[in-house]
């Protein structure tokens, strides 16, 4: 922008003077009103207010969208009931804990070894603070939380093509790559190369401000020092007593190596919205909250029941489903309406009289692969040897992942690491492999950055997200010509029927994108059922 | 980068020989490989297919794989569960993967699926979002 032009009230003017004039909390609700903040699109707990007139609501699935919405309109006078493909509530919120068997499609069976109290979360990990709507139905149901760590400073990043493969701590690939760039920066301003950017005064103010993000010293330069020691550590730290003093680390990492190496590319990672602190976990697996949520709809859940057809007329909803083993014994069920919340991988399957828009959005969306592993080592080597305490490590190796638990540190005995979280054609590789042959490849590769997995290693479990029964893949996978396309269709209400859940959002794969489309669904099928 | 552009046209130079080398069974074990750590992730490994709450069909003995351009359109643009592959398999993996299909698994189809054909079908689509 040109700063000849015309002299308007910009923007940012603008709230500047009413922040000074009626203050900030003014001022906030001013700036969200102008879209400069972006507020959650979960606003407290939903208020479905009129009467339902008595009418009943078939929800197909027990995941964490169909929970929601059978809560929230058993709440508000509907008749729910809720059917279910397997035997437990919670769909992808799911946990696999010791003693747990698990068959996946091909029948390839697992037992779960870990010992008592150990698990693996093989979907969603991670609630952000900014989800607040899944935050909110833990709250409610009582499910206890606590922090998982996103960001740890001492956990690893890792290129086989760097560094002669070594992995290297998080903390002084950061500290060298700002403490360098920053130096870089200040370099190129006192040379006077931004001065047809900035004026003199900014450029203080920028110097001064790289000086603090860089830890430069008072030179602008980032040297074996109190400040660069004080961020990528020291190689002797400060102690007490006699030869307490500290030596300061000066072996530092070239910026032309870090850049080459790729590893920076963690940095922008950790500082992803969703993955910025504080970040929580249920205690004792994700599956809490889906277990939680089946407690309190015991009553209106029905198990074990596979959905084959959809048929809806002017009057009512009716839904054929069958045993999920013998695909015998069929039933029909009805209802005024039916909010379905089956993936799409399967609902595009299953026969169903929608508008020819819907149905082709059904059909639209492809979902992505996804595998991940548990290990469980006979100790938590990750804490004792290398002082990790919950985090992760990231290799450009297929495991992509290593994540420490986050919970029960300094504890003896065993414990559970994710050993992979694979992703894009990786994951249809690993999930074209037999469960022993991705725990045993996930073993070979982790050892590459931990050398004890070899003593250690005990015994694991692996879940290729294709191979799910009950999803066929991981998450909907949208593309910008699906979303322009396909979107607005797929959330239509078609006459009697509508559908929820991550693929329903703008979040897929995360719970608060189920928790948002269900709540904007039952918000428009209420509103509805009011005004009919 | 010139390095790497020059070893992809000697590569190419050599699969393309090879290839007429081996008229007589082209590319069977690039099929096989891509078949073994890609297709079979559903399709499952005696290419029966599964059901659950859905279904991924059965290659083996599948007559719609009659017409090679059938398979190479359902890997190219996906369809319901099956997603598209043509931005993660390269034109010669697909064509492989469809011509090791149409031959193994009590399927006898003797035409071959070429790179080119492959090729002149595939889209310019976008990523899929990133989650």
């Known amino acids: 922008m040109s700063s000849k032009q015309i002299p308007t009230l910009s923007r940012r003017e603008l709230l500047a003077m009413i922040g000074t004039v009626a203050g900030s909390a003014v001022s906030y609700r001013a700036m969200a009103s102008m879209g400069l903040i972006e507020e959650s699109t979960y606003n407290g707990p939903v208020k479905l207010e009129g009467s339902p007139k008595g009418a009943s609501v078939l929800i197909l699935g027990s995941g964490i969208a169909g929970m929601v919405s059978a809560m929230e309109l058993r709440n508000a006078g509907y008749k ?153 550590g020291y190689e002797k730290p400060p102690g007490g007593g006699l030869d307490a003093a500290p030596i300061y680390s000066k072996d530092f990492i070239d910026l032309p190596d870090i850049l080459h190496s790729g590893l920076w590319s963690a940095i922008g990672t950790a500082e992803a919205f969703y993955h910025q602190t504080s970040i929580f976990q249920p205690v004792g697996g994700m599956g809490r909250i889906g277990e939680a949520f089946g407690r309190e709809l015991a009553d209106v859940i029905q198990y074990n029941s596979k959905v084959v057809k959809i048929h ?38 299953i026969e169903l009289n929608v508008s020819p828009q819907m149905q ?15 290990l469980q080592f006979k100790r938590r080597f990750w804490e004792q040897d290398e002082h990790i305490y919950g985090g992760i490590t990231y290799t450009d190796m297929p495991i992509g992942n290593i994540g420490y638990p986050n919970t029960d ?15 894009g054609r990786n994951a249809f590789e690993w999930t074209a492999m037999s469960p022993a042959e991705r725990v045993r490849t996930a073993v070979e590769l982790g050892s590459k950055i931990h050398p004890q997995y070899k003593d250690e290693f005990e015994n694991g479990v692996a879940v290729g997200w294709h191979r799910v029964p ?38 897929p794969a995360w719970q608060e994108g189920a928790v948002t489309s269900a709540i904007d669904a039952i918000t428009r099928l209420h509103h509805k059922v009011v005004n009919s | 980068m010139n390095k790497m552009k020059m070893q992809g046209v000697v590569a190419a130079v050599l699969l393309s020989t090879s290839a007429v080398a081996m008229a007589a069974e082209p590319d069977a074990a690039e099929g096989k490989k891509v078949y073994t750590t890609i297709c079979q992730g559903c399709h499952m490994p005696d290419a029966k297919g599964a059901v659950g709450a859905g279904r991924y069909p059965a290659l083996a003995n599948n007559p719609k794989l009659a017409a090679k351009q059938y398979p190479m359109m359902m890997i190219v643009n996906g369809s319901r569960a099956m997603p598209s592959f043509a931005r993660m398999l390269a034109p010669d993996e697909i064509a492989a993967a469809v011509n090791y299909v149409r031959t193994h698994f009590g399927n006898h189809y003797p035409d071959v699926l070429t790179t080119a054909e492959v090729k002149a079908v595939l889209p310019q689509k976008s990523d899929y979002e990133r989650h």
């Not at chain 1, 082709?360 to 548990?374: F, L, T």
């Not at chain 1, 540190?409 to 992703?423: D, M, P, W």
Request: a positive charge; aromatic letters at 12%; proline letters at 4%.
């Open chain 1, 80 to 232: 729910v009931k809720v059917l279910e493909y397997n035997n437990r509530a919670g769909g992808r919120n799911w946990s696999i804990r010791g003693g747990d068997v698990y068959t996946e499609l091909g029948g390839f069976t697992q037992k779960c070894e870990f010992d008592k109290g150990l698990y693996i979360n093989p979907g969603p990990w991670r609630l952000p603070y900014n989800h607040h709507g899944i935050l909110d139905y833990c709250r409610r149901l009582g499910v206890a939380l606590e922090p998982f760590v996103q960001l740890n400073y001492n956990a690893y990043v890792h290129n086989t093509q760097a560094f002669d493969g070594k992995p290297q701590r998080y903390r002084e690939i950061a500290a060298d790559w700002s403490g360098q760039v920053a130096e870089l920066f200040s370099k190129v301003t006192k040379q006077k190369k931004l001065d047809e950017l900035m004026s003199a005064h900014d450029q203080e103010a920028l110097l001064e401000s790289l000086r603090s993000w860089g830890a430069l010293d008072r030179n602008l330069k980032y040297v074996p020092g109190r400040e660069s020691s004080n961020r990528r």
């Open chain 1, 312 to 349: 809806q007329d002017n009057d009512k909803v009716a839904v054929t489903y069958v045993d999920p083993k013998t695909g015998g014994n069929p039933r029909t069920v009805t209802a005024d309406y039916c909010l379905c919340t089956i993936p799409l991988s399967v609902l595009s399957q």
């Open chain 1, 360 to 374: 082709a959005a059904i059909n639209a969306v492809p979902y992505s692969a996804s595998v991940k592993v548990g």
């Open chain 1, 409 to 423: 540190y300094f504890k003896s005995g065993k414990g559970v690491v994710l050993g992979a979280y694979v992703h």
């Open chain 1, 470 to 507: 009950w999803t066929l893949g991981c998450a909907g996978s949208w593309s910008e010509e699906a979303r322009a396309q396909h979107y607005e269709n797929l959330c239509q209400i078609d006459n009697r029927f509508l559908v929820a859940g991550e693929h329903a959002s703008y979040i």
